[in-house]
Nanobody
Framework: QVQLVESGGGLVQPGGSLRLACAAS????????MGWYREAPGKQRELVAA???????SYADSVNGRCTISRDNAKNTVHLQMDNLQPEGTAVYYC?????????????WGQGTQVTVSS
């Protein structure tokens, strides 16, 4: 069973930085991608950044250039470095693991970590 635990959220002033971490446990096979999503009050959950099993990365247009996703395979962790945060970045950030096996795609989620950008 997959378990994802996020950490690193908090309160930061506009222009500040945060580094989120996602510690993963459980199965390590059939992983298609790891990603970070966020859900702001009253809005749908949206993709922030993702890293594919082969290492390619993708970012939402709204954060491109200000966020970097990375992974440490040895520690089974994924990080999201967020710089120049703005108030619209306030949201609960969720770690996601997508696996694909026998034609079945499965998403696993962490419990989320709150990020608040405010002066």
């Amino acid at each position: 069973q997959v378990q994802l635990v996020e950490s690193g959220g908090g309160l930061v002033q506009p222009g500040g930085s945060l580094r989120l971490a996602c510690a993963a446990s459980g199965m390590r096979y059939n992983i298609k991608a790891m990603g970070w999503y966020r859900e702001a009050p009253g809005k749908q959950r949206e993709l922030v950044a993702a890293i594919e099993s082969g290492g390619s990365t993708s970012y939402a247009d709204s954060v491109n250039g200000r966020c970097t996703i990375s992974r440490d395979n040895a520690k089974n962790t994924v990080h999201l470095q967020m710089d120049n945060l703005q108030p619209e970045g306030t949201a609960v950030y969720y770690c996601n693991r997508r696996t694909c096996g026998s034609g079945v795609t499965t998403d696993s989620w962490g419990q989320g970590t709150q990020v608040t950008v405010s002066s």
